[in-house]
Nanobody, 123 residues
């Protein structure tokens, strides 16, 4: 089955930057919908950013607009999340997701494939 593998997490100072990557294990598969979610201790899983490749469209949760950028490299079959101006509120485990059922992108139960997550700590 398809596997999504996140990388690039770590510890960053307030105001710093980080770039997360999500590699799709099967290079014969191309997803039209991919997204980043995050979950902090004691909080619900939150949709961070979504990209719809065929439409050339992206969406972001309000709290990261202007700071985060979602993109994908089709030749490498990899999804990215560039995170700038990081704050402690961004501390969470970040998950990559792919293949969405019809509906609102930020609902976790609409997504079929998930990575195991990468920790981001801002302090």
């Amino acid at each position: 089955d398809v596997q999504l593998v996140e990388s690039g997490g770590g510890s960053v100072q307030v105001g710093g930057s980080l770039r997360l990557s999500c590699a799709v294990s099967d290079n014969t598969v191309r997803f039209n919908n991919m997204a980043w979610f995050r979950q902090a201790p004691g909080k619900e899983r939150e949709g961070v950013a979504h990209i719809y490749f065929l439409a050339g469209a992206t969406h972001y949760v309000d709290s990261v607009k202007g700071r985060f950028t979602i993109s994908q490299d089709t030749t490498e079959n990899t999804l990215y999340l560039q995170m700038n101006s990081l704050s402690p509120e961004d501390t969470a485990i970040y998950y990559c997701a792919a293949e969405k059922a019809w509906g609102e992108w930020s609902l976790p139960n609409l997504w079929k494939y998930w990575g195991r997550g990468t920790q981001v700590t801002v302090s």
